[in-house]
């Protein structure tokens, strides 16, 4: 049995449940995974501008950000988030798929121990402010894959594949061929 939580949401308040947080985790990550199989042969050292992530740092964070993120939450502690940064150190473009796989399964995992009454206390991290487990694992965690899927998908274009787009991005799949 999931529980669900109140956000307040454009003014109004809606029901948001884990399992909706769930299945909507579940989806960005097989999105992202769809987004790999589209690198172009040597995108992994592609990087915007200087000062920005190269893909394979990109992929590095993607790779903790879920679990560390969730761990956080869970135990109220931005602490929780630096064992993960060691790991992610670890990830190379042959590794990633592996590692991600695991961090998707212990990012459920961790999801999990969420009860009722975790989901409601007040936390603080990230200078957010505060505000209950359960928004801050919408806000946090759910925002910020999207934001760096979008990201990944950005990189992988500007490596050169340029045959990707929204249903790539959005739907995790090629564009359907035109009748």
Not at 43 to 54: G, I, L, S, V, W
Request: hydrophobic share 40%; net charge negative; glycine share 4%.
């Amino acid at each position: 049995m999931y529980t669900t939580w109140a956000l307040l949401t454009h003014n109004s308040i809606s029901m948001y449940s884990k399992q909706n947080l769930v299945a909507s985790l579940s989806n960005e990550f097989r999105v992202i995974r769809h987004l790999i199989t589209k690198m172009p042969e040597g995108a992994m050292d592609y990087k915007p501008t200087e000062k920005q992530r190269t893909t394979l740092e990109l992929l590095q964070y993607l790779s903790i950000v879920a679990p560390a993120t969730i761990d956080c939450v869970y135990q109220g502690d931005t602490k929780a988030f630096m064992p993960y940064v060691e790991i992610s150190k670890t990830v190379t473009a042959d590794n990633f798929s592996e590692i991600f796989d695991r961090h998707e399964k212990l990012a459920h995992e961790i999801l999990e121990k969420f009860t009722d009454e975790t989901l409601h206390e007040k936390i603080n991290l990230f200078n957010m402010g505060e505000m209950t487990k359960g928004v801050y694992l919408v806000e946090t965690i759910l925002k910020w894959i999207v934001a760096y899927k979008m990201q990944l998908f950005l990189y992988i274009k500007a490596a050169g594949n340029t045959s990707i787009g929204t249903s790539n991005l959005w739907g995790g799949m090629d564009t359907p061929p035109k009748a």
